[in-house]
Each structure stands twice: as C-alpha cells, then as structure tokens.
C-alpha cells in the first residue's frame, strides 16, 4: 500500500480518534451531571424526612401525614428511576471508552507500520549509499594500481 494511502487513512483514523474522544468527554460529563442531580435528589428527601418528623413531633393529622407520606413515596419512586437511568450513563462512557480505545490502537497499529516503512526505506538507501561508496573505492583503488 502506498504511504500516501496509509497517510490519508491516518489522518481519517486521528479524527476518528478525535470524535471518540470528545464522545467519551460528553459522556463523561452527562454521568457526573447525573451524579450531581441524583446527589440533590437524595438530599432533597432527607430534608424531607427532616422536616416531616419534626412537623410528626409538633402533632399531625391523619390527612396531612398521608399526603406527606405519599410525597416520600415519589421522592423515592424518583430515586429508584434515577438510580436506573444512572446504569445507562455508565454503559453509555463504558461504550465510548471501548470504541475510543479501539481507535487510537488502530491510529497506533498505521503509525507503527509508516514508521516500519519509513525505516525500511532508510535502510534501502544506506545500504545502497555503502554501495556506491564501496564502488567508488575499488575504481579508486583500481586506478593507483594502474598508475
């Protein structure tokens, strides 16, 4: 394969590279935005517990803690949903994380084999370099002997 082939498909894979990485930048950052959201909700609840017991305390009607109690309950439906939507976030940077890494071993693997290439190359030319340097001393040597 030609080197300007290789070279295109390198350029192609380093932005494909470039795309996985801020990919699994945003997905990244939507689980720690998840993280933080989840985080007020339970500390919203707790507050809520907070205050419903010391409301309990100040005495309550039958009604009122009903309506209390049933607001508790989807404060916690809320926090089961979320916990759930929380496993997605996590699939969603693990995937990113897997795609972005089978990238860059493919950016690395075309790296590798234009640098093998390159040094291939090198190595042709010297040895064709101590050739003609080796040509060049037996003419020489050739002609003080005839002279």
Same mark, same amino acid.
């Given at each position: 394969?030609?080197?300007?082939?290789?070279?295109?498909?390198?350029?192609?894979?380093k932005d494909d590279e470039h795309k996985a990485s801020l990919a699994l930048s945003n997905a990244r950052t939507e689980l720690e935005n998840y993280r933080e959201q989840?985080?007020?909700i339970e500390q919203y609840?707790?507050?809520?517990? !907070?205050?419903?017991?010391?409301?309990g305390q100040q005495g309550l009607t039958a009604s009122s803690y009903?309506?209390?109690? !049933?607001?508790?309950?989807?404060?916690?439906?809320?926090?089961v949903t979320q916990r759930e939507a929380g496993r997605q976030f996590e699939d969603q940077v693990e995937q990113c994380?897997?795609?972005?890494?089978?990238?860059?071993? !493919?950016?690395?693997?075309?790296?590798?084999?234009?640098? !093998?290439?390159?040094?291939?190359?090198q190595l042709l030319r010297d040895k064709q370099e101590q050739k003609l340097m080796d040509e060049f001393a037996t003419l020489q040597f050739a002609r003080r002997i005839h002279r």
């Open positions: 394969m030609a080197d300007n082939a290789l070279e295109l498909i390198l350029e192609r894979t989840l985080k007020q609840r707790l507050d809520y517990c !907070k205050q419903l017991s010391a409301r009903g309506h209390l109690q !049933k607001f508790l309950s989807q404060l916690d439906e809320t926090l994380s897997e795609h972005w890494s089978e990238v860059r071993k !493919k950016r690395r693997s075309i790296e590798w084999l234009l640098e !093998k290439k390159h040094n291939e190359r």
